[in-house]
């Protein structure tokens, strides 16, 4: 992801302003251009479910650099987007997007889970076990994932 729009995303989503503001021309996007970036985003979703996660990554790298999102999809589209490179043994570039997504983070458990799945996959059981204990702790109630559960 090109750095400027790393850039525009952690704003976006430390100051809640619309991502829509941010496109190169200085105006607001389109309404064609929202749709379409929402559908590649809903795209991007249904191909994790169904295990695509090839697919995935390229609906939702393709919605997030749009710039288009509103920041509770950006966010939402960042850590499936880090889901899907770790189940594609993609480590680098699931931590690089979980890095984008670490300043602005408002679902700090999801987060977290995610950051758990990452750090499992690595082999580092303990810090897996941490993030786990720490998402707990922002969200008592918090769904486990299966893979997460021995922790």
């Known amino acids: 992801m090109a750095p400027h729009i790393r850039s525009v995303l952690i704003l976006s989503l430390i100051s809640g302003l619309p991502l829509s503001v941010a496109g190169c021309s200085g105006g607001s996007a389109s309404q064609d251009d929202v749709a379409s970036t929402e559908s590649a985003y809903e795209s991007g979703l249904k191909c994790f479910e169904q295990g695509d996660f090839s697919g995935a990554e390229?609906?939702?790298?393709?919605?997030?650099?749009?710039?288009?999102?509103?920041?509770?999809?950006?966010?939402?589209?960042?850590?499936?987007?880090?889901?899907?490179?770790?189940a594609q043994g993609k480590l680098t570039e699931a931590e690089e997007t979980l890095k984008q997504l670490q300043a602005g983070a408002m679902e700090q458990d999801q987060f977290l889970l995610v950051t758990a799945?990452?750090?499992?996959?690595?082999g580092n059981r303990d810090a897996a076990k941490r993030a786990v204990q720490q998402a707990r702790a922002v969200n008592s109630k918090l769904a486990i994932p299966a893979s997460l559960k021995g922790l």
């Open 58 to 86: 390229t609906q939702l790298t393709t919605a997030v650099a749009s710039g288009t999102l509103q920041p509770d999809l950006t966010e939402s589209a960042l850590r499936t987007l880090a889901r899907a490179r770790i």
């Open 117 to 122: 799945e990452l750090e499992l996959k690595k």
